[in-house]
């Protein structure tokens, strides 16, 4: 929202979201967004998904 916003990096913010989703997508997550008991999460660091993104 703020690349957007603030910004007006409407673009770069589109391709930030379209990166998240595509990692999310493949069932990695962060420990803090990981849902307890949801079976096929794989469950990373975030420097490893800050990274991919």
């Given at each position: 929202m703020m690349l957007e916003m603030s910004f007006g990096g409407k673009?770069?913010?589109r391709?930030?979201?379209r990166a998240m989703?595509?990692?999310f997508a493949a069932g990695?997550?962060?420990p803090d967004l990981a849902?307890?008991?949801?079976?096929g999460e794989k469950?990373?660091?975030?420097?490893?998904v800050t990274g991919w993104i």
């Open positions: 673009g770069e913010a391709n930030l979201w989703q595509s990692v990695y997550t962060t849902r307890r008991g949801k079976s469950i990373v660091p975030r420097s490893l």
